[in-house]
């Protein structure tokens, strides 16, 4: 089997070893959950339980707070009573409104009834999707039910399991791969009838290519329409990332500002695609998820599975010890595209792949230095951007030069930074670039509408006399 691969980008130590191979534990049951009531891209949701309901596990608790499709619900992970309903901590970093649950003891279900692909339309099955709160599981959050349905003038013909997993340390993709087989199957199977594609590739990377013979044995047993064949692409990063991922198995480029359906493709990530079939086949929606913990100061590491909400430092030591001595960071996501945040007390969202726990010999706090204009950055961006051209526009205040240079086509990998001897936090940066670029956009927008009110309530107005 040829292995494939995309230009630039970094080979770098995977950090793999300490969970690689390791089957998923389960976590024991936690005594409360903190459940964010937003943890998708899109529209805002808000809380349909108050303060002292008893929720049951599967029970839709919120959702969207008005219409329009970019919305995805949240559903009770456990069974129990709503105690609070107040802003926490999220693993983005910031403050939002969160349900916390307390656990009755109970294991009392609200599933949705199962569901035949076979036997129900397309608006359905993207109803059932929508329903069932599924997220792209491999960190962007984008709601699965949109993805699937593309606009006409954008016609799919291939849909590809994102299995690469090419941040270091994260292994729960690969243990996936290797327990979830059939579901992973039966939900690509799913995506390509809803879509009408008959062309599916699982996509990993060649670290995982002992794999490839049992996933064969499932392709050949489980029953699904069309050819779903398997692609692999070498170790390197960021090869997970869809625009990678399309250009390494097709050679197919997504254009600047375009998406992966500008180049006739559906990526989803693995996680996701066995939530689906678990959403058809059980009716049971996303409350739960697997993820790694693992990092120099975590003394058991190893991939799990655990509701949604659950925080890290609720799990007894005996499942996931914590070395607090030792700790230097907590990172949500892996150490190239995660998160830094100040405390492992914080909840597990549909889309956290994984929590790393940094020692000081893991990370570094070096201060930032001037740019020596080596160009590393640029010889690395596997977008083929020019990260010191777009710094030097946001140190300028210039958002519209910044953007002409590519801000928004960059995904943040982080490889400029990791390659930058200068130490400057160019990804940091540019996550703020965003940030105020779309601030700036919404204030346009909103002068727009109020100058469009205004000039309503003048039009409707009677010419007053003097």
Do not use: W
Not at 348 to 365: D, P, R, W
Not at 449 to 455: D, L, N, T
Request: one cysteine or more; a positive charge; aromatic letters at 2%.
């Amino acid at each position: 089997m040829a292995v494939k691969t995309f230009k630039r980008g970094l080979k770098l130590p995977t950090r793999k070893h300490a969970t690689e191979g390791k089957p998923a534990e389960t976590a024991p049951a936690p005594k409360q959950v903190v459940i964010p009531v937003n943890q998708h891209f899109g529209a805002p949701n808000k809380a349909l339980v108050a303060v002292g309901d008893r929720v049951k596990r599967g029970q839709k608790i919120a959702d969207a707070a008005g219409p329009g499709p970019m919305t995805a619900p949240v559903h009770a992970s456990i069974a129990g009573v709503v105690k609070k309903i107040e802003p926490r901590t999220q693993s983005n970093n910031t403050d939002g409104l969160c349900i916390i649950i307390e656990a009755d003891g109970t294991d009392e279900t609200d599933f949705l009834p199962p569901l035949d692909i076979e036997r129900c339309t397309k608006e359905e099955a993207l109803a059932r999707i929508r329903e069932a709160g599924i997220i792209g599981m491999g960190g962007a959050g984008f709601p699965s039910h949109v993805k699937l349905s593309p606009p006409p003038a954008k016609p799919i013909d291939l849909i590809i399991a994102d299995g690469a997993e090419c941040e270091p340390y994260l292994t729960t993709d690969e243990a996936l791969l290797t327990e979830k087989t059939t579901l992973l199957i039966q939900g690509l199977a799913i995506v390509m009838k809803i879509t009408g594609v008959n062309h599916a590739i699982i996509g990993m990377e060649d670290n995982k290519a002992r794999l490839i013979p049992m996933i064969e044995t499932a392709l050949a047993e489980v029953p699904h329409t069309g050819t779903i064949e398997i692609g692999l692409c070498k170790t390197r990063y960021p090869q997970g990332g869809e625009k990678m991922l399309i250009t390494a198995l097709t050679g197919r480029e997504v254009p600047s500002g375009g998406l992966p359906m500008d180049a006739g493709c559906i990526v989803s990530n693995v996680g996701t695609l066995a939530a689906i079939a678990e959403a058809f086949t059980l009716g049971k929606p996303l409350i739960e998820r697997g993820l790694t913990v693992s990092g120099g100061a975590c003394k058991t590491p190893k991939n799990i599975h655990a509701p949604i909400g659950t925080l890290l430092t609720d799990l007894p030591p005996e499942f996931i010890d914590i070395d607090y001595g030792r700790l230097r960071k907590v990172l949500f996501g892996g150490p190239m595209m995660g998160t830094a945040v100040p405390t492992a007390a914080i909840p597990i969202q549909k889309n956290t792949s994984g929590i790393v726990l940094m020692t000081a010999e893991e990370t570094y706090a070096d201060a930032e230095g001037p740019c020596i204009r080596c160009a590393r950055c640029l010889r690395n961006c596997a977008c083929k951007l020019s990260p010191v051209l777009m710094n030097l526009a946001l140190e300028a205040g210039d958002l519209d030069e910044a953007v002409k240079v590519g801000l928004m086509d960059c995904i943040e990998c982080g490889s400029c930074t990791y390659v930058c001897p200068a130490r400057i936090r160019l990804v940091q940066r540019f996550r703020v670039g965003k940030g105020r670029l779309r601030a700036r956009q919404a204030l346009e927008m909103a002068r727009q509408k109020a100058a469009e009110a205004a000039a309503k309530t003048a039009a409707s107005e009677p010419d007053k006399k003097i």
